[in-house]
């Protein structure tokens, strides 16, 4: 029985471009929603895609990177 709205951690590994262990472990840590069947992992095919049409996060620096202490303003 075939679903194709459900993506294995593998074909998911292959749209994202990482590796099917970092997909099983992102999903183990919440930061891929995914639904375990037995000992494998499956993804609904609209949130990858969401995922991949979403822009890309921009960092913002941190106050701590603001004032680090290698480089520093003051003379000794």
Partial sequence: ???PNLL???QVAKLLCI???TVRLWAECALL???RIGKQ????RSEIEALL???AP???PSP?????RWVSSKRR
């Fill in 1 to 3: 029985m075939a679903f």
């Fill in 8 to 10: 294995t951690s593998a």
């Fill in 19 to 21: 590796s099917a262990r």
């Fill in 33 to 35: 929603a995914g639904i």
């Fill in 41 to 44: 992992w499956r993804f609904r």
């Fill in 53 to 55: 049409d979403a822009p």
């Fill in 58 to 60: 921009t960092a913002k």
């Fill in 64 to 68: 701590a990177a603001a004032k680090s």
